[in-house]
């Protein structure tokens, strides 16, 4: 079984379109992530949840709108897609807030 | 602020070559240090760790020692494999409940 899971795998759209990608995790972990990862590989944390409550919330725009129904998913929804939102978006959980992070295999995002 | 450089990729070797991955930090207090691969295709994971000054971080042959004096974790591997071809994340966590902050990765290419 995957441990986290995270879809689509790959996502292409129009720009001005709203899209969603979800994440699941089966670690029984209470912290999940998403983070960006753009084209020079450079990976950077949006978001952070813990026990469905939002703990980290980096410079983002507010076209970026993550929600959490319960601890084991957290789901990132884009209002307005722009060209600049194509990267890949990994979501990753861990146990404890700082230790060991496991990640998806990522959502590759191209915006035409 | 907190933050890890990493030098500059891609590294291109070949097989049974010596690896070394420089990575220096910035960070407030005493960070944990990490090691993450990611394979083509795939989301990161966990190589190595170290949470403390002197600490060596070990796992499939590679090592990085925690050096505070020179604020340095270096990764190492004697001998590498054509299956080491991936991108290498150095990454620290300075205080619990926030994100690990990465580096911007290097890719390695290990050839026959």
């Known amino acids: 079984d995957t441990a986290v899971s995270q879809t689509p795998k790959y996502l292409v759209t129009q720009m001005g379109n709203d899209k969603s990608i979800k994440c699941e995790q089966n670690?029984?972990?209470?912290?999940m992530y998403w983070y960006k990862q753009d084209s020079k590989k450079f990976l950077k944390i949006m978001f952070s949840?813990?026990?469905?409550?939002?703990?980290i919330n980096e410079t983002v725009p507010n076209r970026f709108s993550p929600k959490s129904p319960d601890k084991a998913h957290l789901n990132l929804h884009i209002n307005s897609l722009e060209l600049g939102d194509s990267a890949v978006y990994f979501c990753?959980?861990?146990?404890?807030?700082?230790?060991?992070?496991?990640f998806g295999s990522g959502t590759q995002l191209s915006v035409l | 602020g907190n933050s890890v450089t990493q030098m500059e990729g891609p590294v291109t070797l070949s097989e049974e070559a010596f690896l070394t991955i420089n990575c220096t930090y910035t960070a407030t207090g005493y960070p944990s240090l990490f090691w993450y691969v990611q394979y083509p295709g795939e989301g990161l994971q966990l190589l190595l760790k170290a949470t403390k000054a002197d600490d060596k971080g070990s796992n499939k042959g590679f090592e990085a020692t925690y050096r505070k004096e020179t604020t340095s974790f270096h990764l190492e591997k004697g001998s590498v494999q054509v299956s080491d071809s991936a991108v290498y994340f150095c990454a620290l966590n300075w205080q619990a409940g926030t994100a690990l902050i990465f580096g911007k990765g290097t890719t390695l290419s290990v050839s026959s």
């Open positions: 990753a959980s861990s146990r404890d807030g700082h230790e060991k992070l496991f």
């Open positions: 949840y813990n026990n469905k409550e939002l703990i």
């Open positions: 670690l029984g972990h209470d912290t």
